[in-house]
């Protein structure tokens, strides 16, 4: 009976076999980050702000920070003036011309050479420009045969002339002296009255004829003297003709136009030379001027008078600004108020052409910001992220600072690099 009993009991306390196994366990909550929909809004959070950091905004531009450089507006000297890299050039520079065609026969000078005003420097031979002047010479001085062959006709009717009067004024002294001797008779009663009338005709006769002789005597001093005057004139004319015809032969021997260092002078004996090639040129020597080539830019601000200085201390001014623009620069000369030793012609020389006196003012580095006209900058925001683009308005410039007339403000950082193919007003620095 216990057995039995303690059957029921077992079987009744038990639970089925694998019971144990089988026990239902409670699944956990899944966290709120891992739920789906809150996943799923992350990503969309994300890709927002990976398209907001890595797509420009409208009217931005992207760029690197390596490739732009930066620089501070700040409130200082600033210095007006222009540096500009100048040639040593002759003060005085003659060209040697041909006068007349020809081959060179013989050089009398050689290229470098110190020459003397109107020394000779070559000769040039030219048989047919020779016997050209030799038939000139023989046309002008027939010609000037004529000329005085008319002089001297002039000369002899001049003395026939004065020949003629001084005969009538003897004719009459004659008959008025034989008139006085037949009125004495006739007051003797040895003449009648008719032997006195006919001497009283001729000396009247005379008379008349020495008075015509005068007259046409004044009437052809004066045409004489009109042809004389036109005689002289081309007589002088002439006498020009056969100068400048000998001339010619002249100009066969090329001469020094002025004192100084013969340069260029190139030629060669054999060469053909036309008349007006160049031949070379004369350099005053120890006188020198300086040639540079400024920006277009300050165009409007260099004059004539402003000083400079070399980097030695040499004092200069400003003589002449040429005002032709070529290839954006234009050219200005400098003379030396005293000229240094030991220039030579060509050297190079660094320059500063003071264009005013230091003032304080708002000043920002230059840089290619500038090329676009210095009219906008781009500003720097204070997180050095953005940079927003601002029209301002500059003024002098010298290498290192450009003046800021408005627009900036000191403390203000700018992109000094050139943003000419900035699109847009910002620039998203990255």
Do not use: C
Not at 218 to 229: D, G, L, P, Y
Not at 249 to 258: D, H, M, Q, S, V
Not at 334 to 363: C, E, H, M, W, Y
């Amino acid at each position: 009976m216990m057995t039995e009993h303690s059957m029921g009991a077992n079987t009744s306390g038990s639970t089925a076999p694998g019971a144990a196994m089988d026990r239902r366990i409670e699944r956990k909550a899944t966290p709120w980050w891992r739920r789906k929909p809150v996943m799923i809004a992350a990503l969309v959070i994300a890709a927002v702000v990976l398209i907001w950091r890595f797509l420009p905004a409208a009217g931005s531009t992207d760029i690197a920070a390596t490739n732009i450089e930066t620089g501070d507006v700040t409130r200082a000297a600033f210095d007006d003036y222009l540096p500009v890299r100048a040639t040593v050039t002759p003060r005085v520079t003659t060209l040697v011309g041909v006068l007349s065609g020809g081959q060179v026969e013989k050089l009398l000078a050689q290229d470098g050479q110190m020459v003397a005003e109107g020394q000779p420097l070559a000769t040039l031979a030219n048989p047919q420009l020779k016997l050209d002047v030799l038939t000139r010479e023989a046309q002008i001085a027939s010609q000037l045969g004529g000329v005085a062959s008319e002089g001297l006709g002039i000369e002899r009717s001049k003395l026939d002339r004065a020949g003629q009067v001084a005969q009538a004024e003897y004719d009459l002294i004659k008959a008025r002296r034989d008139l006085g001797i037949r009125r004495q008779l006739h007051d003797q009663g040895f003449l009648s009255d008719a032997g006195v009338k006919s001497f009283e005709e001729e000396a009247a006769y005379q008379e008349k004829r020495l008075a015509q002789l005068r007259s046409g005597t004044a009437t052809e001093a004066r045409i004489t003297a009109t042809q004389s005057a036109r005689l002289s004139d081309t007589q002088t004319r002439l006498a020009g003709n056969m100068a400048a015809v000998r001339a010619g032969l002249e100009g066969l021997t090329i001469r020094a136009p002025a004192g100084g260092r013969l340069t260029n002078f190139v030629i060669q004996p054999g060469q053909t030379l036309k008349p007006g090639d160049p031949a070379g040129q004369v350099d005053s020597e120890g006188s020198w001027k300086l040639v540079a080539q400024v920006d277009e830019y300050y165009l409007g601000r260099v004059a004539v008078g402003q000083k400079a200085t070399t980097s030695d201390g040499a004092r200069l001014t400003v003589s002449k600004v040429l005002p032709a623009v070529k290839d954006g620069r234009f050219q200005v000369e400098l003379t030396f108020d005293k000229a240094p030793t030991g220039l030579n012609r060509g050297q190079t020389i660094d320059i500063r052409i003071t264009l005013g006196a230091a003032s304080r003012a708002v000043v920002a580095p230059v840089g290619g910001w500038l090329e676009a006209g210095g009219n906008a900058a781009f500003v720097l925001d204070p997180d050095g992220a953005h940079a927003r683009r601002r029209t301002v308005r500059t003024g002098r410039r010298n290498p290192e600072q450009v003046e800021i007339l408005s627009g900036l403000n000191p403390g203000e950082r700018i992109v000094i690099s050139n943003t000419a193919s900035v699109k847009g007003d910002i620039l998203n620095i990255r």
